[in-house]
């Protein structure tokens, strides 16, 4: 492996445990409350279904595209797009049956999070674009991922932002 890929696998190596550790720190915090109803429940496992379901089809839907027209993006970019439409999917139709939070986490908390993550992947985004990097020969790269998901956390922000707001006011008086 030469430096180039190293230095892809550490920078890969350490986002990754640093979100894990974010998270860990979320729960010890108790900003994190995984604890949800019966109904929220049963909402959240059909949502994981659509999910998994719109995985298994954008990934078979993206190696048919790489077939058909050629290669058009890197491995990691077509995966990353296929990942956040499934979870874009997933938490969508979690918000709309109201079962995305559980009910002691506090909706401005979450909001403010994906937020922050929208910007920062987003700025990434500008930044790669900015300087050559996003494409190479015509390819969208490793770079993308950041735009890609910063995409997915603002489509994921506007539409519980979107149902907060049209949610009856009477819910939350009880």
């Avoid at 990754?16 to 909402?43: C, N, P, S």
């Avoid at 995985?55 to 797009?81: H, P």
């Avoid at 009910?103 to 790669?128: D, Q, W």
Wanted: with cysteine; proline share 2%.
């Amino acid at each position: 492996m030469d430096q180039y890929h190293t230095g892809i696998l550490v920078g890969l190596t350490a986002g990754i445990l640093a979100g894990l550790a974010f998270v860990v720190f979320l729960f010890k915090k108790k900003i994190l409350d995984t604890h949800f109803d019966e109904r929220q429940e049963q909402a959240r496992g059909k949502a994981f279904q659509y999910g998994f379901f719109t995985l298994l089809i954008a990934a078979f839907a993206y190696g048919i595209s790489d077939l058909l027209l050629g290669r058009w993006c890197d491995t990691l970019a077509g995966v990353s797009l296929c990942i956040a439409l499934a979870i874009c999917v997933f938490a969508i139709t979690c918000i709309l049956k109201d079962a995305y939070l559980s009910l002691r986490e506090k909706p401005r908390t979450i909001m403010t999070f994906f937020a922050l993550l929208s910007a920062v992947n987003l700025g990434l985004g500008v930044m790669y674009h900015i300087s050559p990097g996003l494409t190479e020969n015509g390819l969208l790269t490793y770079r993308a991922v950041n735009p890609i998901m910063g995409t997915a956390t603002l489509v994921i922000l506007l539409v519980y932002i979107v149902n907060y707001l049209l949610r009856p006011r009477d819910e939350e008086a009880e």
